[in-house]
Each structure stands twice: as structure tokens, then as C-alpha cells.
């Protein structure tokens, strides 16, 4: 019969639009993360270490297409090598670093920083 509905198709778009529907109630009443929130990630070597302002040029990319990123560093920011408390003045140009921020202001604003490498014990210790 035309313009009906087959019956194992009925089913299926019933369940597509309960799915749509739950997924739009969950972000709208923040069940699911906003991704705008998140906090981004980024590993790489430390350029150079702006003492005046508190902040880091940290090179990052992959072969040729590496660029380099201001992160301010805060007080409150936890950096930490092998699980232990690393201070910012320890810091070193060539460190191998992981961070993790987030942007506020148009700037981005680390939250942590990880050693993975550090230039003063020559290499990981």
C-alpha cells in the first residue's frame, strides 16, 4: 500500500527519536559534558620560560608542522614530575612537558603541568 509504513521500520524510527530526544535532555540539563568546558591538552618542549609574567612558549606539533604556544602558568597551577611536586623555578628550556589548560580571557591558563622529561637530570629521572 503506498505512503504506509513498513512495520519492522515503524520500531526503528521510534527508538531513533527516543535516543534524540534523551541525548538533547541530557545536554540541555547538563548530564553530558559541554565540550567548550573541557579542558584541552597539549605535550611538548619548552621553548622558553617567561619569569616576568609567569608563563611558558611550549613547541608542539608533529614533523613540520610544529607551532608554539603561550601558556601562563598561575599560582595555582599543580606541576608535578613523577608524581611529585616540581617547582616552576626548576623549570628549564628543553623540558619535555605536559599540559593541561584551559582558555579564559584568550588565554590559555594551565591547570598542570607534568615533567615527562626534564633537561636538568638529563633526561627523565
Known amino acids: 500500500m503506498p505512503g504506509a ?7 526503528a524510527l521510534a527508538a531513533l527519536f527516543i535516543v534524540a530526544a534523551i541525548a538533547g535532555a ?20 619548552i621553548r622558553y620560560i617567561d619569569t616576568n609574567s609567569g608563563g611558558l612558549e611550549v613547541i608542539t606539533g608533529f614533523h613540520l ?17 613523577e608524581g611529585e611536586s616540581y617547582p616552576f623555578s626548576d623549570l628549564e628550556a628543553g623540558d619535555i612537558v605536559a599540559v593541561e589548560y584551559h582558555e579564559a580571557d584568550d588565554r590559555k591558563i594551565a591547570d598542570s603541568i607534568e615533567v615527562i622529561e626534564s633537561m636538568a637530570e638529563g633526561g627523565a629521572r
Do not use: C, N, Q, R
Open 26 to 45: 541530557s545536554t540541555a540539563t547538563g548530564l553530558i559534558a559541554d565540550p567548550s568546558s573541557a579542558p584541552d591538552h597539549l605535550k611538548g618542549t
Open 65 to 81: 608542522a610544529l607551532k608554539i604556544v603561550y601558556v601562563h602558568v598561575e599560582e595555582s597551577t599543580a606541576i608535578t614530575m
Open 5 to 11: 509504513t513498513k512495520p519492522a521500520l515503524a520500531p
